[in-house]
C-alpha cells in the first residue's frame, strides 16, 4: 500500500488541524494504521493507532483526549483530528500500514510522505 499525508499548515496554539490519509492499493481495509510525528532534532513518535475495523484505536498519553484517529475503508483515508494543540506538537506527520494489530507496537510500515504541522505560540 502507498501512503500519502496531507493537511498539515500553521496554526495557533489552541486551534484544531484535521490530517487526512490517502492509501493507494486494495489491501487498506485490511491494513491496521497508524499516526506518527517527529519533531526538529528529535526521534519519531507513536501518535495513535486505529485497527483495520475501526473498533480499536490507541493513543500517545502526550495527546490522548485531544487527537482522535479514524478511518473511513470505502474511501481509503485515515484522518487525524488534532484539537487543542500546543506548540509541542510542531512536527513533520507520518501515516503508516500494519499488518498485524499489537496497538502501539504493531509492525508499520509502508511509511508515507509526511506532512507538516507548525503550532505557534
Known amino acids: 500500500v502507498q501512503l500519502q499525508a496531507f493537511g498539515g499548515g500553521l496554526v495557533q496554539a489552541g486551534g484544531f488541524l484535521r490530517l487526512s490519509c490517502a492509501a493507494s492499493?486494495?489491501?487498506?481495509?485490511?491494513?491496521?494504521m497508524g499516526w506518527f510525528r517527529q519533531a526538529p532534532g528529535k526521534e519519531r513518535e507513536f501518535v495513535a493507532a486505529?485497527?483495520?475495523?475501526?473498533?480499536?484505536?490507541v493513543y500517545a498519553d502526550s495527546v490522548k483526549g485531544r487527537f482522535a484517529i479514524s478511518r473511513d475503508n470505502a474511501k481509503n483515508t485515515v484522518y487525524l483530528q488534532m484539537n487543542s494543540l500546543k506548540p509541542e506538537d510542531t512536527a513533520v506527520y507520518y501515516c503508516?500500514?500494519?499488518?498485524?494489530?499489537?496497538?502501539?507496537?504493531?509492525?508499520?510500515?509502508?511509511w508515507g510522505q509526511g506532512t507538516l504541522v507548525t503550532v505557534s505560540s
Open positions: 503508516a500500514a500494519a499488518s498485524v494489530w499489537y496497538g502501539a507496537r504493531s509492525n508499520f510500515g509502508s
Open positions: 492499493g486494495r489491501t487498506f481495509s485490511t491494513n491496521h
Open positions: 486505529i485497527n483495520w475495523s475501526g473498533v480499536s484505536t
